[in-house]
């Protein structure tokens, strides 16, 4: 069942001022004739600049275009308070003065909900995100990860039929974004709503959702599964949101024999079969750092490069190449092989052909299947 529906959303001032929940240098866009329909559980993340200002527009605390529908009837004409649906800012935004079992319990009062159930509610919830020991405490005394709970178990107890939270883990250490990740992942897997979620981290967006939205220039620019994203990024702008490290990409002719590489002069053939329609074409070839093969022959089509510089991470490691010419082209290879690779190495590399991608030059638009 459908929960929540945009119907041509769009921003009505092209201007934008930080709003007091804004983390500075946060980016908003401008939002433009954007449709979604988000069904009953689902997790849908937003990534780009444009995610914080869609939920913003939802939450009716901006003037908005379009329609938005949740559970079948139009809210765009009510205030937030009466439109049935939570969110969560990235400041967190409690009431400072009161304690944390005070900002979980106001929003429920004021809707007349009996004591006992509001108990009841916080109780549960407060276990969930353990925060059983703050729930006394002032909302200026917490750390940012028990603010954040804090927030989050605020949004919780309200039992909405929507959720929006907006990048809830901001300003938290990698141990406590991990920790609070998991939580949000646990707990939403068991409350069913229907969520949208505004990041423009990769990790997040691929760990959380159900459906990722990649935005640009105020639309969705692709919508899919994560990792149908992943396999198959639809533009060049998201094969570069998409994946950590980010994709490699070179710029390649094709002629009728096959693909001809253009890397710093360098020439690489029979990378992929011979497609006449794309002959003569600037195209872009994009291969992710965890699929470029290193072999041990120079032959083609292998390419030749010299390793920069590596970084070490345990388990994996970043090997960052250049090709031996004076301006030759880069490239970043994801490996659990270089242990046996040392700084100013040569060292061989391929590219399998079905993890290869093409992108049109001009238009960025993916190109296949090839």
Partial sequence: MTVLELRRLSSVSRRRRPSSNSQPGAGHGIVQELNLAVDEGEFVALMGDEGPTVLRLIAGLEPTKGDVLIEGESVIRRPPAARDLAMVF??????????????????????????????????????????????RERATTLTPALRQRAAIARAVVRDPAVYLLDRPLTGLSQ??????????????????????????????????????????????????????????????????????????????RMDNAG?????????????????????????????????????????PPALTLKVEWIERLGVESLVHARLPAAHGETLLIRTQE???????????????????????????????PH
């Fill in 259 to 299: 693909i001809l590489v253009e890397l710093a002069g360098g020439q690489m053939t029979a990378l992929a079969s011979p497609m006449s329609t794309l002959a003569e074409r600037a195209l872009i070839l994009g291969i992710r750092p965890e699929h470029v093969r290193l072999v041990e022959s120079p032959e």
């Fill in 90 to 135: 990235a400041s967190g935004a409690l009431y400072p003065q009161m304690t944390v079992q005070e900002n979980l319990s106001y929003g429920l009062k004021l809707r007349h909900v009996p004591r006992a159930e509001i108990d009841d509610r916080i109780s549960l919830t407060a276990e969930f995100l353990k925060l059983e020991g703050a729930l």
């Fill in 175 to 252: 141990h406590e974004r991990s920790e609070l990740r998991s939580m949000i992942r646990n707990l939403w897997s068991r409350l069913g709503s229907a969520t949208l979620y505004a990041t423009n981290d990769v990790e997040e967006a691929m760990a959380l959702a159900n459906r990722l939205a990649v935005l640009r220039n105020g639309a969705i620019e692709q919508i899919a599964p994560p990792l149908e994203i992943y396999r198959r990024p639809a533009t060049l702008n998201v094969a570069k949101a998409v994946g950590f490290p980010t994709m490699n990409f070179f710029t390649i």
């Fill in 338 to 368: 270089a242990t046996r690779v040392q700084e100013n190495d040569t060292i061989y590399v391929m590219f399998p052909s079905e993890l290869i991608h093409l992108f049109d030059g001009q238009s960025g638009v993916r190109l296949g």
